[in-house]
């Protein structure tokens, strides 16, 4: 039997490559560069399987209309709202991810965003660099302190309750959920955390918010002018989750025109362009989609993707399959 024929859209870690490279008939794509709609509508007529990431925009239009050759979707992320599963559906194209093995350093990176927006850590940094430290004052960069602060989770998944034992555990924070469904609660009470029933409920009770809910249409705008304005003064807004979760344009006017305290953004919605409202806001940390982005986690997501692979190939149903 001939191996099956997959593409691979994106360089991923060797020790991975290799692997899928001894077990499948693989082509890597090895200009590194997102793939076009149209390159993959014909990749998925020419392939088994397609290992796509979060720059393969999988929309309606990237699918074909009659059932193609391509059998599975086995991406390479945990979130994929850039994946039209009802497409896949209908054609009968099963979609997987990989959960689990990021949540630890997306949580971190969370944290991390967490703490440069509230000890202005980017603004610190920037001033440094442009030779503009005249020394230490008591009134320089002064921010907010974390310990003890109440943090509001938006979306209790994997990745929330991480952030909750970080934020919980390390920081003493008190911890507030919003979640679609209601959360068992012992696992609340392993956080130290409170479920409340909306996001109107939270806003107006957290010096932080962080966003931990699917992307894509249901949560498309969650946060907008509206919801800003229930947030506290100085309260910051966190996003590790999807871009499209924030209006940009409304969040950009609530940091100028000082109605919250800032912000600190990981994802955007029309990354890797940034939206020109943002680029001009002091209290707002930027940094270039890197929830996952240490080299253990970068690996699991691949052998994560390979075990899917594996176990549709093999006949079995894939152990992480969304569609
Ligand atoms: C991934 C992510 O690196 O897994 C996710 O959903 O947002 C990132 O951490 C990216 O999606 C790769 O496709």
Known sequence: MPKPRILV?????Q?????????????FNIDDRALSPDELRIAMTEYDAILPTVTDRLGPEAFPDAAPRVQILANYGVGFSHIDTEAARRLGVAVTNTPDVLSDCTADLAMTLLLMAARRAGEGERELRAGDWS???????????????TLGIIGFGRIGREMARRAH????????VQNRSRVDPTVLAEFGATQVASVEDLLPECDFVSLHCPGGDANRHLINAERLALMRGDAYLINTARGEVIHEEDLAKALTEGRIGGAALDVFEGEPAINPTLACCDRLVMLPHLGSATRETREGMGL??????????????????VA
């Open 9 to 13: 859209t994106r360089r991923w870690p």
């Open 15 to 27: 020790a991975v490559e290799d692997l899928l490279e001894q077990e499948f008939d693989a082509d």
């Open 135 to 149: 020394g230490w004052r008591p009134t320089h960069l002064v921010g907010s302190k974390v310990t003890g602060k």
């Open 169 to 176: 555990h390390g920081f003493g924070m008190r911890i507030l």
């Open 304 to 321: 994560r993707a390979l075990e899917n692979l594996r176990a549709f190939f093999a006949g079995q149903e894939p152990p992480d399959r």
